[in-house]
């Protein structure tokens, strides 16, 4: 299975947001220049998980994003469910396009079912808080790469 460029991205802004401090606003291009992707991307994104009450917007010129909840409340599993819009891994996982003809018989759909359900079942058991387990890494590569690209844009 594959995550859309969209649920990853999601899953980076909050990355991003979290390694800031609780009240540190940033914005679009900020986080659009450290992981070199489209800003126009980002704000779809950053709108969603506005949206969903994941982040904060602060309008204005001194505005920016935030987490808008504590990273230990933001459940993994459930942001891919939100951000995934197409879970059906095999045509017969969708019976409006199901033209399989071996379908009433095959046992594949249940296999790769259950693999989806155990899928789903760890990333439940993870937050954003999880994924951040060596922050101060994260921090010091956020730190020397924003370093880094101001030396090479001066």
Same mark, same amino acid.
């Given at each position: 299975?594959?995550?859309?460029?969209?649920?990853?991205?999601?899953?980076?802004?909050?990355?991003?947001?979290?390694?800031? %401090?609780?009240?540190?606003?940033?914005?679009?291009?900020?986080?659009? /220049?450290? &992981?070199?992707?489209?800003?126009?991307?980002?704000?779809? =994104?950053?709108?969603?998980?506005?949206?969903?009450?994941?982040?904060?917007?602060?309008?204005?010129?001194?505005?920016?994003?935030?987490?808008?909840?504590?990273?230990?409340?933001?459940?993994?599993?459930?942001? =891919?469910?939100?951000?995934?819009?197409?879970?059906?891994? =095999?045509? !017969?996982?969708?019976?409006?396009?199901? /033209? !399989?003809?071996?379908?009433?018989? !095959?046992?594949?759909?249940?296999?790769?079912?259950?693999?989806?359900?155990?899928?789903?079942? =760890?990333? %439940?058991? &993870?937050?954003?808080? %999880?994924?951040?387990?060596?922050?101060?890494?994260?921090?010091?590569?956020?730190?020397?790469?924003?370093?880094?690209?101001?030396?090479?844009?001066?």
């Amino acid at each position: 299975m594959r995550l859309t460029n969209y649920t990853d991205y999601s899953l980076r802004v909050l990355i991003y947001l979290a390694l800031k %401090d609780k009240e540190e606003l940033s914005n679009i291009k900020e986080i659009a /220049d450290f &992981y070199q992707i489209s800003k126009n991307h980002l704000m779809k =994104v950053t709108y969603e998980l506005g949206k969903w009450g994941l982040i904060e917007t602060i309008r204005g010129r001194n505005g920016g994003i935030r987490l808008s909840i504590n990273p230990k409340e933001i459940n993994i599993g459930k942001v =891919v469910r939100k951000t995934e819009d197409d879970f059906h891994l =095999v045509e !017969c996982f969708d019976a409006s396009r199901n /033209d !399989c003809i071996i379908s009433p018989v !095959c046992g594949l759909k249940h296999v790769l079912n259950e693999a989806l359900v155990a899928y789903f079942n =760890v990333l %439940d058991q &993870y937050t954003l808080e %999880d994924i951040l387990q060596n922050k101060e890494m994260f921090s010091q590569y956020l730190s020397s790469n924003s370093l880094e690209k101001k030396q090479q844009e001066g």
